[in-house]
């Protein structure tokens, strides 16, 4: 399934029924006007929406999807610091230094904590509940990312591993943490 | 330098406010801030519109407000600091009149959250992280981002559930008692502990509800209060601070440091101890957007020992009459969240409080004269903290 046909669904689900309320609405009273079930407080229901997809530069950082998309991933370094950026940066702004390096991460480390999201937001509800967690890895940085595991088998400490995978159903390459 | 004192309060009731627009909701606020402190709309120099904003269709709040509230021509602006908006608003007002710029400021912190559905409201606040790392991809939520906080402390510090739990209870009981509250209804350990799961570990129960609502601060140079009241309370002094917007990028996951830092500096600026801080309020309110938040308050705030906030709460020491009386009005909790208007809310209960005019119920002794309020922004993204007092600071 791709992102077309996600948001299909998703239109018909939530938006083809208020547009079909408003339609309603208008038919009756003249005007989009409804009244709120609980209080019957009259509302007039925004007949102009607003959808909104931002388009964000990543061109300072675009290595890091070139190593994602053969599997890798990776975090930045200073060169004069030393400091190690995830999520990855290009300017060390501490010592005004731009055009780091790339280190390959290790992946590997120990969970900190986690949540396990049962309300998901509008744009995330054709997933099944997911888990996030941060973990921190032996370089000494923290990544957040899905835990692909069972929760029955979630401890805070435990180790885990970042791998790189697909995102399902959008099919899109992101990274998630498993059990070690 | 002025001392800065508050002149008049308004506030209105909390809830699901369908039943005005943005614009008449604040007036309902600003109203009564207005007949507090007898003063007219042309006494106002400035004012300042704390509304995060989004939630609702006017894009330029603060130009909506001041001509339906006849604030106009006078000048504003529309503030965010996430939930800590409200007391970014207070932050502007209170220098302009310490500076000696203005002799009269009017804050007003509204939110109107109830004119967007809950799911695009819950994909908002969702969205109040570092967007591109931590949502795109892996959706977190709003209480998503608290129970990251909660897990850690259960595994580190040995909190329970019902620790979480005794908060919420507190902050359900005293807002029965008032009558701005959004949720006027006692729960019990047994309601909290069946109360579905919203972000494991936090339920529904540990969670502020998403509210409409509005509050008013007239805030003015001691010159100007002399003249208009015999019992001005005094803003001792403000700390603020910042986090890192990646939740990643915070260490231990055990308290909110901006709240830390924000804490030491109003400590510093008011001379007070942060060992012993608790000794020093009559009162506070504190940032309780879910329950954990409430627990790591009494630690950044110096009132429990780094660990043991949890104890404070299942000990019950933060009811009228134990240790120090905290969100006896309900808190975030009970009242209700509007989000910028939370801050200014904060402020008008604790000067209700120091002035002894609480609502029955929620009315704690008043021994030193000193309350405080924190107000935490995001998930620790922002954090003001803001010492109030009877007596008049040593300008």
Redesign the interface.
């Known amino acids: 399934m791709g992102t077309l046909e996600i948001k299909e669904k998703q239109f018909n689900e939530?938006d083809k029924r208020v547009l079909e309320q408003i339609d309603q609405l208008i038919k009756i009273y003249g005007m989009p006007i409804m009244r709120?079930p609980?209080?019957n407080?009259p509302?007039w229901v925004?007949v102009r929406d607003l959808t909104q997809r931002y388009v964000?530069p990543i061109g300072k950082i675009y290595k890091f999807f070139e190593y994602l998309n053969q599997g890798k991933l990776i975090g930045t370094k200073c060169p004069k610091c030393g400091t190690i950026y995830?999520?990855p940066q290009d300017d060390c702004t501490s010592c005004r230094l731009s055009g780091l390096t790339t280190v390959e991460l290790s992946g590997e480390g120990e969970l900190?904590?986690?949540?396990?999201?049962?309300?998901?937001?509008?744009?995330?509800?054709h997933?099944q509940d997911?888990i996030?967690g941060?973990a921190r890895l032996k370089e000494g940085i923290?990544?957040?990312?899905?835990v692909n595991e069972d929760?029955k088998n979630i401890?805070?400490?435990m180790k885990v591993k970042l791998s790189v995978v697909k995102?399902e159903p959008e099919g899109y390459i992101?990274y998630e943490l498993r059990k070690a | 330098m002025s001392n800065v004192a508050i002149v008049g309060t308004g506030h209105t009731k909390f809830g699901v406010r369908t039943d005005v627009n943005l614009q008449e909701l604040t007036w309902e606020a600003v109203k009564q801030a207005l007949e507090e402190a007898n003063l007219e709309q042309k006494d106002i120099e400035m004012f300042v519109v704390g509304n995060a904003g989004g939630w609702s269709s006017e894009p330029l709040s603060a130009i909506a407000i001041g001509e339906y509230c006849n604030l106009a021509p006078k000048g504003t602006m529309r503030v965010e600091a996430a939930c800590a908006t409200g007391s970014a608003a207070i932050r502007i007002a209170y220098q302009a009149i310490k500076s000696g710029e203005a002799k009269v400021a009017l804050v007003i912190g509204v939110e109107q959250m109830n004119q967007s559905p809950h799911p695009v409201a819950v994909e908002m606040m969702g969205r109040a992280g570092n967007y591109f790392w931590e949502f795109e991809n892996f959706g977190l939520t709003f209480p998503g981002y608290y129970a990251l906080y909660a897990t850690r402390r259960m595994a580190k510090y040995g909190m329970k559930e019902e620790d979480l739990g005794s908060v919420a209870v507190k902050n359900h009981y005293y807002g029965s008692y008032n009558p701005y509250a959004t949720f006027q209804k006692q729960i019990k350990m047994e309601d909290y502990l069946k109360s579905r799961v919203v972000a494991y570990p936090l339920k529904l129960y540990d969670a502020c509800p998403i509210t409409d609502g509005a509050a008013a601060l007239i805030l003015a140079s001691e010159e100007v209060a002399r003249k208009i009241t015999d019992s001005p309370v005094w803003i001792v002094s403000q700390g603020f601070a910042s986090g890192t917007i990646n939740l990643s990028k915070r260490e231990e996951f055990l308290t909110i440091d901006a709240s830390r830092v924000a804490t030491e500096e109003a400590y510093k600026r008011a001379k007070i101890d942060f060992s012993d801080a608790w000794r020093y309020f009559d009162v506070a309110d504190v940032h309780d957007c879910f329950t954990i938040a409430e627990i790591m308050a009494y630690e950044d705030l110096g009132f429990a020992k780094r660990g043991e906030g949890h104890l404070m709460a299942r000990n019950g020491e933060t009811y009228i009459g134990g240790k120090i009386p905290v969100n006896v009005d309900g808190g975030l909790k009970a009242k209700g969240h509007p989000i910028g208007a939370t801050g200014v809310s904060m402020a008008v209960s604790i000067t209700r409080q120091l002035l002894y005019r609480a609502h029955k119920g929620t009315q704690a002794d008043i021994r030193n004269g000193m309350g405080i309020t924190h107000n935490v922004g995001g998930t620790g993204h922002y954090a003001y903290i803001t010492i109030y007092s009877t007596r008049k600071p040593n300008a």
């Open positions: 939530i709120e609980k209080t407080n509302l925004d964000i995830f999520p900190l904590t986690y949540t396990i999201i049962t309300v998901k937001p509008l744009s995330f509800m997933y997911y996030v941060i923290n990544v957040l990312a899905w929760p401890q805070v400490g995102r992101t």
